[in-house]
């Protein structure tokens, strides 16, 4: 796990783009399909952008942008997307309702520390691919979702060498 400090900057700027999604999501009437069942809707999209913004920053990558809605893909280096999934539980799990909601090419597990909100770890990386072989169905009390374990999944040190070969190996092309 690596943890990452947001600045106030920073995390203003996450919560803004957190009330930003959350009011167009209620003007649009979306349906949002958390599995938190004891969080709001506004804090579910407080503590997803925090993650977002906190990857973009540990891995160098471009902030999230403001869109009305969720399209799975929340960054992107180099022709790759990522989704972030943020937990506010330290032994959290990587978890998608269906294995056919994971549509980027990457997703990256966070954990947001509850006493301190600006602080995040990055648990782990992994691909669509390995996700769908590896996934295991399970109910955590809102249905059937399916997991990764936090061990199953590549260190956040092991992501970032790979984002490095791409982003080189582009440069050298």
């Known amino acids: 796990m690596i943890t990452v400090k947001l600045s ?3 995390y203003d700027k996450a919560m ?3 009330n930003h999604r959350y009011q ?12 938190d069942i004891l969080r709001s809707e506004m804090d ?3 503590i997803g952008t925090a993650g977002e913004f906190a990857v973009a920053e540990l891995y ?29 539980y330290e032994k959290c799990k990587l978890i998608f309702k269906d294995k056919q909601k994971f549509i980027s090419d990457f997703a990256i597990l966070v954990y947001q520390d509850t006493q301190h909100k600006e602080k995040l770890s990055i648990v782990g990386a992994t691909s669509r691919k390995y996700f769908i072989e590896f996934a295991k169905k399970e109910n955590l009390g809102n249905g059937d979702v399916y997991t990764l ?6 260190e956040p040190e092991e992501f970032w060498k790979y984002i490095m070969e791409i982003r080189y190996n582009k440069a050298t092309q």
């Open 149 to 154: 374990e936090q061990n199953q999944m590549a």
């Open 8 to 10: 106030p900057e920073l």
């Open 16 to 18: 803004g783009l957190a």
């Open 44 to 46: 579910i999209e407080r």
């Open 60 to 88: 160098n990558l471009d902030h999230p942008l403001p869109s009305g809605y969720d399209n799975g893909h929340d960054l992107w280096f180099y022709g790759k997307s990522l989704q972030v999934k943020t937990s506010f």
């Open 24 to 35: 167009i999501s209620k003007a649009s009437k979306f349906i949002n399909q958390k599995q």
